[in-house]
């Protein structure tokens, strides 16, 4: 069984930063890809950044510069680094496991709230 647990939501003014976390426990491959995703009220779920096991990034348009996603030392843990907060990134930001190893299973997270005010 495989569980995401995230963390480091909050509050914060524009401008501001936030660093979220994200371990996953149980059984998976060593090759997989982590990510973080957000969905704001009445809009579609959104990939923001991806790493993968071997360290690769990505990142959507709207936030390269400003977030840095990161692999920790312990296995299956990712961060995300939020500078420069704006309140367009206001929402519900959920971790995702994509687990490689047999035939690309998905995992995600309870998510964790972001709000950025003005």
């Known amino acids: 069984q495989v569980q995401l647990v995230e963390s480091g939501g909050g509050l914060v003014q524009a401008g501001g930063s936030l660093r979220l976390s994200c371990a996953a426990s149980?059984?998976?491959?060593?090759?997989?890809?982590m990510g973080w995703y957000r969905q704001a009220p009445g809009k579609q779920r959104e990939l923001v950044a991806t790493?993968?096991?071997?360290?690769?990034?990505n990142y959507a348009d709207s936030v390269k510069g400003r977030f840095t996603i990161s692999r920790g030392n312990a296995r299956n843990t990712v961060y995300l680094q939020m500078n420069s907060l704006k309140p367009e990134d206001t929402a519900v930001y959920y971790c995702?496991?994509?687990?490689?190893?047999?035939?690309?299973?998905?995992?995600w997270g309870q998510g964790t709230q972001v709000t950025v005010s003005s």
């Open positions: 149980g059984s998976t491959s060593s090759l997989n890809v």
């Open positions: 995702n496991l994509n687990d490689l190893g047999l035939v690309g299973l998905n995992y």
């Open positions: 790493i993968t096991n071997g360290g690769r990034t």
